[in-house]
T-cell receptor, first 111, second 116 residues
C-alpha cells in the first residue's frame, strides 16, 4: 500500500538558519506533490505544488525539490523565523486518485 | 482569494445528539469538497468526497448513515454526525479544490467536536 514518511519528531533550528524537511514515499508514483503548513487547531494552508516533471520550485523563502528516483521531496525554509514554527505536511496525488497526506513534521524555530 | 469557511469551530454536546458542520467556499465555486478527520499526531484521514448535486463518495470504513453529507450548492457542503458518541470526538476539517482536479486544496479551519 502507499506509504508517506515524514519525520514525526520535531525539528528544532536556530533562527536565521535553513530548515530542511523530508518527505519520502513508497509504493506510489505521484503526478504531483504538495506542501502545506498547519498551525495548532487550524486547517492546513497550501504552500507549494511541484509536479513529477519538475525538479525544483521556489516561492519567496521556500524551496521544494522532487526526486522521483529517490522517491523523495525536500522542503527548505531559508532564513527561518520564529513565525515559521508550525507543522508541515506533504501530500501526494495522481490523476483521479485521492490526495494522501503525510503525518507532518513539527518545526520549531528558536529565537 | 480561495477562502473556505467552516462553522462551527467548536462543539461540545451530549451523547446521542446530531451535529451539523458547514463548509463554505466564500470566493470561488467548488464542485468538489472533501471532509477529513484528524487525530492527534496522525495524518489527515479522508472520510468522503462531496460532489455538488450528487451523492458523496465515502472512504472504506466510513459509515455513510453515521456521517451524512449534503452538497446542495457550489459553495456549501454540510457534514452531519448523527447520534454522536464519545468515539466520534475528533477534529473535522473540510477542504475544496479551486480550478478542478489535481489542484491545491483550500481548507477550512476545522471543527473540534467533543461528545460527552
Amino acid at each position: 500500500s502507499q506509504k508517506i514518511e515524514q519525520n514525526s519528531e520535531a525539528l528544532n533550528i536556530q533562527e536565521g538558519k535553513t530548515a530542511t524537511l523530508t518527505c519520502n514515499y513508497t509504493n506510489y508514483s505521484p503526478a504531483y506533490l504538495q506542501w502545506y503548513r498547519q498551525d495548532p487547531g487550524r486547517g492546513p494552508v497550501f504552500l507549494l505544488l511541484i509536479r513529477e516533471n519538475e525538479k525544483e520550485k521556489r516561492k519567496e523563502r521556500l524551496k521544494v525539490t522532487f526526486d522521483t528516483t529517490l522517491k523523495q521531496s525536500l522542503f527548505h525554509i531559508t532564513a527561518s523565523q520564529p513565525a515559521d514554527s508550525a507543522t508541515y505536511l506533504c501530500a501526494l496525488g495522481s490523476g483521479y486518485q485521492k490526495v494522501t497526506f503525510g503525518i507532518g513534521t513539527k518545526l520549531q524555530v528558536i529565537p | 482569494g480561495a477562502v473556505v469557511s467552516q462553522h462551527p469551530s467548536r462543539v461540545i454536546c451530549k451523547s446521542g445528539t446530531s451535529v451539523k458542520i458547514e463548509c463554505r467556499s466564500l470566493d470561488f465555486q467548488a464542485t468538489t469538497m472533501f471532509w477529513y478527520r484528524q487525530f492527534p499526531k496522525k495524518s489527515l484521514m479522508l472520510m468522503a468526497t462531496s460532489n455538488e448535486g450528487s451523492k458523496a463518495t465515502y472512504e472504506q470504513g466510513v459509515e455513510k448513515d453515521k456521517f451524512l453529507i449534503n452538497h446542495a450548492s457550489l459553495t456549501l457542503s454540510t457534514l452531519t454526525v448523527t447520534s454522536a458518541h464519545p468515539e466520534d470526538s475528533s477534529f473535522y476539517i473540510c477542504s475544496a479544490e479551486q480550478g478542478g482536479m489535481n489542484q491545491p486544496q483550500h481548507f477550512g479551519d476545522g471543527t473540534r467536536l467533543s461528545i460527552l
